[in-house]
């Protein structure tokens, strides 16, 4: 079945940028999304980015996707503490009505 | 707008006991979903739901039930609780296949 694998932990200090990677194996992947989950809340959508697009700037977001290698990163610039959360990558392919999440990569800002 | 409603928002049960899982949306979307999160771990789709009336089941269907007697409403119900099923559940929603996923704030479920 369909696979979305990220890092499970990334450290950055304040006004660094983050890279997150996600790799994803389904090659009908349509839509491809950034979600972020702070503490005891549920998912909210950062951005997402179609299969036919290389690149997606969204103020201090931007994301990257190689279609090619199957693998989407998420920039965060200029992080700041306030970024600091779990952000899952997820994929919905061709035909498919529900969201396959990767594992979250725990993003810790440090001042 | 209140958006996706999860209750209740913690709940310890023994296991073998039965509870349902409540979820209400005020969007008027057709698609709802539930999904489980474990620990250190991607969520995982339980069952899913295009209209009032339509389920599917998702990875992780065993040991869940559901129903869509009306749009808003998606509850989740778990007839014979185990350990296993000690996890986090979210429900989310959305009005149409390429439209934002609205999630709710989860419900963080122990069996003990």
């Known amino acids: 079945g369909e696979d979305v694998e990220q890092s499970l932990f990334l450290s950055v200090r304040e006004g660094d940028s983050s890279v997150i990677n996600c790799t994803y194996t389904?090659?009908?992947?349509?839509?491809l999304y950034w979600y972020k989950q702070e503490p005891g809340a549920g998912l909210q959508l950062l951005t997402y980015i179609f299969s036919n697009m290389d690149m997606k700037q969204d103020q201090r977001l931007t994301v990257l996707l190689n279609k090619k290698d199957k693998h989407l990163s998420l920039r965060i610039a200029d992080t700041q503490t306030g970024d600091s959360a779990i952000y899952f990558c997820a994929e919905r392919g061709t035909g498919r009505r529900a969201l396959t999440f990767g594992s979250g990569t725990r993003l810790q800002v440090q001042p | 707008n209140a958006g996706v409603t999860q209750t209740p928002k913690f709940r310890i049960l023994k296991i073998g006991q039965s509870m349902t899982l409540q979820c209400a949306q005020d969007?008027?979307?057709?698609?709802m979903y539930w999904y489980r999160q474990d620990p250190g771990m991607g969520l995982k789709l339980i069952y899913y739901?295009?209209?009032?009336?339509?389920?599917d089941k998702g990875e992780v269907p065993n040991g869940y039930n559901v129903s869509r007697s009306t749009t808003e409403d998606f509850p989740l119900r778990l007839e014979l609780a185990a350990p296993s099923q000690t996890s986090v559940y979210f429900c989310?929603?959305?009005?149409?296949?390429?439209?934002?996923?609205?999630f709710g704030s989860g419900t963080q479920l122990s069996v003990l």
């Open positions: 739901s295009v209209g009032a009336g339509i389920t």
């Open positions: 969007m008027n979307h057709n698609y």
């Open positions: 989310a929603s959305r009005r149409g296949e390429n439209e934002k996923l609205f």
């Open positions: 389904d090659s009908s992947s349509t839509y």
